[in-house]
């Protein structure tokens, strides 16, 4: 933890080298990947009924915008330079109606994009959210939450605006300036030749500022998530946080982090505020140019165009150039989605540390035999945690691991609950290899109670019902009653309806043991693992669970690492563990006769009691 001093112009090294990596590794990929595009429509695979016709009303719409431009014109040169008022009022009244049937093409052309962009988007966050459970310990130990978040957030929705606008609005626009193009050809083909040499100009635009966009879009996003990492561990710290008076320090580093998030979004916003201006004036300039080329045309002494093509030839040249603004916003956009799919498939292709090998065995009912044999493991490659531990638990044996902080207990109980696999050696249940059992197989047959304990939004009596989902209002009550806490719950307001905030604020630490302790054995499993469990429970509390212990330990193998060595004094076994390795073992009475680091953590522990 650093210092109440630190000063709140420091920037986490941690997170800049991360960006640094990341910028290098985007610099390799190209700006806009046919692979990622195609990736992102697969999405839209099980909706193809709703994306064909949404493509036919792309295709509708992109004909009936040029040629409502086209109808207007039309009845200039016609009825109105030939002044028949019979045929101008049905010219107008083929107007209307063609706009008429505009505006509904456009309804269902947007509200079928709608469709498809949240249905596709749907299946893609219940996509990455299913990834996510199957990911190990490890990586969630690794991957800062904010970053998480922002990839089910942000990313996504950029996702959601490239699937849903930016490919069928842009085929709109295209669309619309072909059938512009074509008709300005057939009207005056000499007019047109100037329009094409607005394509090189238009190309030189694009490259110039595309890659400063596509790096633009990236730091946003990229600082967005440093943002939300930031912000999602300021909440979860904010005991901290005021324990130390480090508010000043952590809104300084928070201001940094916010203070670049805006300087890449005013970046790319001027560098945007440059782009589709040009853009436009550049049309612009170009109907210029075709006025005084087109007016040469027909205004000298040989004309060599007709005024109604002329008006016909700058109909359509409004709407072959007005597009073009719309496609530079819709790059934008692209290049966010862009940017937004990266990561968000990068996320997805991450495999997790280890699986489940394909010819896994389901765990039949155990008894609850436990052994390493030969384990070492260690979190951080040549940095081992375990070393060559090796001993065994008989099922309905009682096993007490104590020892040192830093001495690898919790790591022990993480590979009996295959939340990790050893380095090297095997761990056994029932003589079974756990890394060839599945791990649901095993987790259902095995209840863990941790020293900082997790409740959900809810009533306490769903969050109990974690345990057995099945299991009813009585059965709840009934397992409240073995572990003797029944009545502790219901004097809370509301009983086991009372509801507990994110995390289960809103009750002591000490309830919120006692109702995990209570979805533990509501799940009746065959291994108990109780990690620190008892070390926030008050005296008096865990006197009434210790007596309680004694039934429910009972026919099911218990693991029970604590600091309060109280709690473990009759078990079957205690390890003793320091430095990675196993230095002593057996039961109370035999550890205190032998003097060695349990005596001492015992006459420790008596002697903290007593003061």
């Given amino acids: 933890m650093q210092g109440a001093n630190t000063p709140a112009s420091d920037k986490p090294v941690g997170a800049t080298m991360l960006s640094a990596n990341i910028t290098r590794r985007e610099q390799r990929q190209r700006p806009l990947s046919a692979k990622i595009i195609r990736r992102m429509f697969t999405y839209t695979k099980p909706y193809a009924t709703t994306r064909n016709w949404l493509f036919v009303m792309v295709i509708i719409r992109s004909i009936q915008l040029p040629m409502l431009a086209w109808a207007i014109g039309a009845a200039i040169r016609g009825p109105v330079q030939a002044g028949d008022v019979n045929w101008l009022m049905w010219s107008a009244v083929g107007f209307l109606a063609l706009a008429t049937v505009t505006q509904i093409t456009a309804h269902f052309r947007r ?4 469709r498809l962009g949240e249905w596709a988007i749907r299946d893609l966050r219940n996509e990455l959210f299913a990834h996510l459970q199957k990911m190990t310990l ?10 998480i978040i922002s990839r089910l957030t942000s990313d996504v929705e950029a996702m959601r605006v490239g699937v849903k606008d930016v490919l069928f609005i842009s085929m709109v626009q295209v669309g619309q300036m072909s059938v512009a193009a074509g008709l300005m050809l057939y009207y005056d083909w000499m007019l047109f030749l100037l329009v094409l040499a607005l394509a090189p100009v238009l190309w030189t635009i694009n490259m110039s500022f595309r890659r400063k966009l596509i790096r633009g879009h990236r730091e946003i996003q990229e600082s967005f998530s440093r943002v939300t990492s930031t912000l999602a561990e300021s909440v979860t710290g904010i005991r901290v946080t005021q324990g130390f008076v480090r508010q000043d320090v952590n809104a300084g580093l928070f201001y940094d982090l916010v203070a670049d998030h805006g300087r890449y979004s005013v970046g790319v916003a001027r560098l945007s505020g440059i782009f589709l201006p040009l853009l436009e004036f550049n049309s612009q300039f170009f109907i210029a140019a075709m006025l005084v080329v087109g007016g040469w045309q ?8 007709d005024v109604g093509n002329l008006v016909q030839f700058f109909f359509m040249a409004s709407q072959f150039f007005s597009p073009i603004s719309a496609l530079g916003i819709q790059y934008n956009k692209a290049l966010a989605a862009m940017a937004g799919a990266e990561r968000v498939f ?6 997790p540390d280890w699986q489940d090998p394909p010819d896994a065995v389901d765990l039949p009912d155990i008894k609850g035999q436990v052994e390493f044999r030969n384990v070492s493991f260690a979190y951080v490659p040549e940095r081992p945690v375990l070393s060559n531990v090796n001993f065994t638990a008989d099922a309905g044996q009682i096993v007490a691991i104590v020892g040192p902080t830093g001495g690898g207990k919790s790591t022990i109980i993480n ?3 295959k939340f990790y696999l050893p380095t090297e050696g095997q761990v056994l249940l029932d003589g079974l290899d756990l890394g060839k059992v599945s791990s649901d197989s095993l987790h259902r047959q095995m209840g863990v ?9 809810g009533t306490i009596m769903d969050n109990i019902r974690l345990g057995k989902p099945g299991a009813t209002d009585e059965d709840i009550r009934q397992a409240a009653r073995r572990l003797d806490c029944w009545d502790l719950i219901e004097a809370l307001p509301n009983g086991f309806d009372t509801v507990v905030g994110e995390g289960g604020s809103g009750i002591s630490l000490g309830q919120r043991q006692l109702i995990c302790f209570t979805r533990a054995l509501l799940a009746d499993p065959r291994v108990l693992i109780l990690d620190e469990a008892t070390s926030s429970v008050d005296t008096m509390t865990e006197a009434r669970i210790q007596a309680a212990m004694g039934k429910l330990f009972e026919g099911r193998t218990s693991f029970v690492v604590a600091h309060r060595l109280s709690t473990i004094r009759h078990a079957d076994q205690v390890l003793v563990l320091e430095n990675g390795r196993i230095t002593e073992r057996g039961n109370h009475e035999q550890l205190l006769l032998a003097g060695g680091t349990y005596a001492d953590l015992y006459r420790q522990f008596v002697k903290s009691t007593e003061t």
């Fill in 298 to 305: 027909v205004l000298r002494p040989e004309p060599l165009a």
């Fill in 415 to 417: 590979l009996i609950s």
């Fill in 346 to 351: 990068r996320m997805l292709d991450t495999p």
């Fill in 138 to 147: 490890s990586f969630y130990n690794r991957t800062k939450v904010g970053r």
């Fill in 111 to 114: 509200r079928l994009s709608l």
């Fill in 449 to 457: 109670v941790l020293q900082q304990n997790f409740l959900f939004t």
